[in-house]
């Protein structure tokens, strides 16, 4: 006879590693993972300077920095959109406990598998062909037109806050800030489609699968209600600038994400 697994207390759990050396910790149980993740600091403020400051230099409403206060207000937020997300049919960890200092919630992997970042997956998919690689990135595409579509925006919608699950919904993490707070909806729209172009597009470029990703990424912002589109045209407009920047993997990566972003964001020829 099987034995019956042992109910958790996690307000307690929660309360016994308040005190862990780290903010966000994994633990791995007998019958589950959990992580609990405990108040830290806020981005430094001259990171918000700086993109305020590129925000009027191009006159890009995408650019403007959400404020993450860090602290009780960050877990407090942070557990508030999970349980949001959760609410309307979303893949995220569910939160199991909180206080105003920290939570515990339950890993989106189930016992014993890992769930790997939708990055690392589009990235080892690249050796396995162009429709292995796409089918992927089209799978982060359609989530974030799902969280859209119910409602809610995301904090940073790079490929590296998506997670694979084992039934192969895309879930999502890392929800410290609110962009939806402090700027228009359509500018976090707008701002959820250039994080995901960025964060994926040299992915594409590498596979053989920017064309057809392009006619995709088409539809996709054809999705969009018209004045987030606008607001991604005017974006786009004005990075037209980096077309003059040479394609020299002696630039580094990040220059090369730029201009695979770049065209991808252009339109498909």
Known sequence: MQKAQTAINYEAFLREHLNQPHSI??????????WVKCASKGNPALNYWLLSALAK?????????????GGAESIQTEARRLRNFKAKGLRVPEVL?????????????RPGEEA???????EDAIPKGSAATLKLWRQGLD?????????EVLSQAVARNMVV????VIGFI????????HLPRAVCMARDALNYAQSTAL???????????????????????????????????KLGWVRVLPRSKRLGRDTLRVLAAYDLLGTPP
Request: proline share 6%.
């Open 174 to 181: 890392d929800f410290e800030d609110d962009p939806a707070a």
């Open 116 to 122: 790997p970042s939708l990055s690392n997956a589009i």
């Open 143 to 151: 989530a974030i037109h799902d969280a859209h579509t119910r409602g």
């Open 203 to 237: 992915f594409l470029q590498q596979a053989g699968a920017m064309e057809e990703a392009q006619k995709h990424w088409l539809a996709f912002v054809q999705q969009l209600p018209a004045d987030a589109q606008q607001v991604l045209a005017r974006t786009v407009k």
């Open 25 to 34: 910790m994994r633990y791995e149980l007998a019958h589950e993972t959990l």
């Open 57 to 69: 230099l191009f006159g890009a409403a995408v650019l403007q920095p959400v404020p993450n206060p």
């Open 165 to 168: 699950c084992a039934d192969g």
């Open 97 to 109: 406990a909180t206080t105003e200092q920290a939570f515990v919630m339950r890993h989106l992997g």
